[in-house]
């Protein structure tokens, strides 16, 4: 007796309808979601499942076999190649019937693999053989690009923090001899996140900002772009150490404004807003005339996403700061027509925390209205009452 699932097709052949019962070999299926298998792996309990539901079933938070019911103590899934090929033979066997060629799987990376990959990036960091780093991190951006699997197992298995260490020892040895080494890092970390403890360590190290701020300075728009948005995960961490250093480097801020003058890009702009409002971001923006009129300028002028970092930031600097600072910040945001930009925004909607950043920030706002006139700084030569 053939044990199976039967899919019934109706074919016309000549005016006559014929019911065709096509019956699929249960150890084809998957015993999870009773579908036809197209990456069978084994576990340690000798069941096999697809891969795609047997790993939801672990990331739901099961730890035993969905079959036997016992604790899964090895997740290692042992890729079934033999089972595999029966059911693509099957399905070339009864395409007629509607069934199509199951793609080969690729496989993906290991723990082990990882493992080596890691090692291999140490030893060549340590030998500082930028060449050889450059071709390991060649490889684990793409292994990480080709499956979200991939990307998590090498994430959880310490490539981050041995990336992290690799950048801070060659921008100690030299920028400017191992920048593509450099750059390429920072390009497989920006697959990576958000970065663990150990990656921020070595990414927070003197060395390690003074090169991103290079990036910033010489770079060109890839280099500037891979190396802001790292400084901006480095920096929501929330450690004052990694800030206190950053802005300890000469010239930091003023660039950070001019990239949020000139909008160099969305994703620059965005992450250059959210850098410069930190704790000693935010007094280096205190004393730069030109942080808080371009920071209005920017609401309702580059996206919804860059008007909300731009009233966030706002309202740090008018909330996190010194009294005189904060005033000062309330008085010119107001007097460059923050007011009428930020009561637009809530008019026309925004999310629940902006929206009582907002509304606080008009609060803040209206004592000085009657004192002050408006000069908004998109309309440079136009003045008007509130």
Same mark, same amino acid.
């Given at each position: 007796?053939?044990?199976?699932?039967?899919?019934?097709?109706?074919?016309?052949?000549?005016? @006559?309808?014929?019911?065709?019962?096509?019956?699929? /070999?249960?150890?084809?299926?998957?015993?999870?979601?009773?579908?036809?298998?197209?990456? /069978?792996?084994?576990?340690?309990?000798?069941?096999?499942?697809?891969?795609?539901? @047997?790993?939801?079933?672990?990331?739901?938070?099961?730890?035993?076999?969905?079959?036997?019911?016992?604790?899964?103590?090895?997740?290692?899934? %042992?890729?079934?190649?033999?089972?595999?090929?029966? %059911?693509?033979?099957? =399905?070339?066997?009864?395409?007629?019937?509607?069934?199509?060629? %199951?793609?080969? *799987?690729?496989?993906?990376?290991?723990?082990?693999?990882?493992?080596?990959?890691?090692?291999?990036?140490?030893?060549?960091?340590?030998?500082?053989? #930028?060449?050889?780093?450059?071709?390991?991190?060649?490889?684990?951006?793409?292994?990480?690009?080709?499956?979200?699997? +991939?990307?998590?197992?090498?994430?959880? +298995?310490?490539?981050?923090?041995?990336?992290?260490?690799?950048?801070?020892?060659?921008?100690?040895?030299?920028?400017?001899?191992?920048?593509?080494?450099?750059?390429?890092?920072?390009?497989?970390?920006? =697959?990576?996140? *958000?970065?663990?403890?150990?990656?921020?360590?070595?990414?927070?190290?003197?060395?390690? &900002?003074?090169?991103?701020?290079?990036?910033?300075?010489?770079?060109?728009?890839? $280099?500037?772009?891979?190396?802001?948005?790292? &400084?901006?995960?480095?920096?929501?961490?929330?450690?004052?150490?990694?800030?206190?250093?950053?802005?300890?480097?000469?010239?930091?801020?003023? &660039?950070?404004?001019?990239?949020? +003058?000139?909008?160099?890009? /969305?994703?620059?702009?965005?992450?250059?807003?959210?850098?410069?409002?930190?704790?000693?971001?935010?007094?280096?923006?205190?004393?730069?005339?030109?942080?808080?009129?371009?920071?209005?300028?920017? %609401?309702?002028?580059?996206?919804?996403?860059?008007?909300?970092?731009?009233?966030?930031?706002?309202?740090?600097?008018?909330?996190?700061?010194?009294?005189?600072?904060?005033?000062?910040? @309330?008085?010119?945001?107001?007097?460059?027509?923050?007011? #009428?930009?930020?009561?637009?925004?809530?008019?026309? $909607?925004?999310?629940?925390?902006?929206?009582?950043?907002?509304?606080?920030?008009?609060?803040?706002?209206?004592?000085?209205?009657?004192?002050?006139?408006?000069?908004?700084?998109?309309?440079?030569?136009?003045?008007?009452?509130?």
């Amino acid at each position: 007796m053939v044990l199976g699932w039967r899919r019934r097709k109706n074919n016309n052949h000549k005016g @006559v309808k014929q019911n065709v019962e096509v019956v699929v /070999p249960n150890h084809f299926m998957c015993p999870i979601s009773l579908d036809l298998m197209k990456d /069978p792996v084994t576990l340690s309990t000798g069941i096999t499942y697809d891969r795609e539901n @047997v790993e939801k079933w672990f990331d739901d938070g099961n730890c035993t076999c969905p079959v036997t019911d016992q604790i899964v103590r090895n997740l290692d899934m %042992i890729p079934n190649h033999s089972l595999r090929i029966m %059911i693509q033979d099957w =399905c070339v066997e009864n395409k007629q019937h509607g069934f199509e060629r %199951i793609p080969t *799987p690729r496989i993906p990376i290991s723990r082990f693999d990882v493992a080596e990959l890691v090692i291999q990036v140490k030893a060549s960091a340590r030998g500082l053989d #930028q060449y050889g780093c450059l071709e390991l991190v060649y490889k684990l951006k793409s292994l990480c690009n080709e499956m979200e699997r +991939n990307k998590r197992c090498i994430v959880e +298995n310490g490539a981050q923090g041995a990336l992290a260490s690799a950048f801070d020892t060659f921008a100690n040895d030299s920028i400017e001899r191992n920048v593509s080494v450099l750059e390429e890092i920072l390009s497989a970390l920006n =697959c990576m996140f *958000p970065l663990k403890l150990e990656a921020h360590k070595s990414l927070g190290s003197k060395a390690s &900002l003074t090169c991103m701020v290079w990036f910033l300075k010489h770079q060109d728009f890839s $280099g500037k772009e891979k190396s802001i948005v790292t &400084l901006k995960e480095l920096l929501s961490f929330g450690d004052e150490k990694h800030v206190e250093a950053l802005s300890e480097i000469e010239g930091v801020c003023e &660039l950070l404004v001019e990239f949020i +003058n000139k909008r160099i890009s /969305p994703t620059i702009t965005k992450a250059s807003m959210r850098v410069v409002c930190t704790k000693q971001g935010r007094e280096k923006g205190y004393s730069n005339y030109l942080t808080v009129p371009l920071l209005v300028k920017k %609401i309702l002028r580059v996206s919804a996403l860059a008007t909300d970092h731009s009233i966030s930031s706002i309202w740090k600097m008018c909330k996190l700061g010194e009294k005189d600072d904060e005033k000062r910040v @309330v008085v010119e945001a107001l007097q460059v027509g923050a007011f #009428q930009k930020i009561l637009l925004v809530l008019q026309v $909607g925004c999310g629940d925390e902006i929206k009582e950043k907002a509304t606080e920030l008009l609060k803040l706002m209206n004592p000085y209205r009657a004192e002050l006139e408006c000069i908004d700084s998109d309309y440079k030569n136009l003045k008007r009452s509130f």
